[in-house]
């Protein structure tokens, strides 16, 4: 084992997690079935010379991340522009049965309201449905962002946050956001860093996700905005563990003596307008893993 977390101590953190939860975690009955959870983790990945922190204790399906991410960077809340890409991580949340659950009944089936893609680049633009055009509407966050790290007079700002948590169109949403708030810090010139704070995270299946997705998107912003990514600094407040996870999470912890270092990535081409970054502008290169692990994804 001391080879394998040698190869990747960085993974280590998060199967230490997994650990942790399951022989401490708190017994709860939450929104949708019973999980073990702790309250407060942090975690480090460094992202030197292209690396992206994708786990490579089970098979991670880093393609439909990254289709994920780009979907939020668009702007879009249309969760059948996902479907379209055999994505189907928020179908559960878009179906007619879940919005009724929520009070959504004037939304349309895989209309998912102002979630994510809406508040990045939309903030609190009054919304209508998955169809409008905003463009012009609410605060683009991202492009700010974008707007300030291109400034060499600004892009060492203490500002540089982007929120997806506004209370006045949380009941709007079909899933209020658990990943809420990432800020970007440039050091040394040209070395971009991100941190997230999450509010809730399920850390069998969503939490390796959000750990590769804010990953890329620390990447594309340095490639975009001629800098450097250099560290994702990672801090959630409710990490738990459904209870139809433990026995596949136990059997994850058994890889920990398989890890591999993580792979890297390259991002080809550099657009004016970052909603043009397509999948195929992006490779990773060198990503060994273990076999994947079947979870149900619960809603």
Excluded at 242 to 260: I, P, S
Aim: charged share 20%; proline share 3%; with cysteine.
């Amino acid at each position: 084992m001391t080879e394998a977390i040698e190869n990747n101590k960085e993974e280590q953190q998060y199967l230490d997690l997994i650990r942790t939860i399951l022989q401490t975690g708190s017994l709860e009955e939450g929104r949708n079935g019973t999980v073990k959870s702790i309250f407060g983790a942090s975690m480090r990945f460094s992202l030197e010379n292209g690396r992206v922190p994708i786990l490579t204790s089970k098979k991670t399906a880093w393609k439909t991340c990254l289709k994920e991410l780009l979907w939020f960077i668009s702007g879009s809340t249309d969760n059948q522009k996902l479907i379209d890409k055999g994505v189907h991580i928020w179908s559960g949340n878009g179906s007619r049965d879940f919005l009724d659950s929520r009070g959504l009944l004037h939304l349309k089936e895989n209309d998912l309201g102002p979630v994510y893609g809406h508040q990045w680049r939309h903030f609190n633009a009054t919304y209508t449905d998955k169809n409008t055009d905003y463009t012009g509407k609410g605060i683009d966050q991202l492009q700010k962002i974008i707007d300030c790290l291109k400034d060499l007079k600004q892009r060492h700002s203490r500002r540089l946050v982007m929120s997806a948590w506004n209370p006045q169109q949380l009941d709007e949403m079909a899933l209020p956001p658990c990943h809420i708030m990432a800020q970007f810090n440039v050091s040394h010139g040209n070395k971009l860093s991100c941190s997230l704070y999450q509010r809730s995270a399920d850390v069998g299946l969503g939490m390796p996700f959000n750990i590769a997705s804010y990953a890329f998107l620390t990447h594309i912003l340095a490639k975009h905005c001629n800098l450097e990514a250099t560290e994702f600094v990672y801090m959630v407040g409710n990490c738990h563990i459904y209870e139809e996870h433990f026995d596949a999470l136990k059997g994850q912890l058994l890889m920990q003596n398989e890890l591999h270092p993580f792979p890297t990535i390259e991002i080809s081409n550099i657009y004016k307008n970052i909603n043009d970054y397509k999948i195929e502008d992006i490779q990773v290169f060198n990503y060994k893993c273990n076999n994947a692990i079947s979870m149900k994804m619960i809603v």
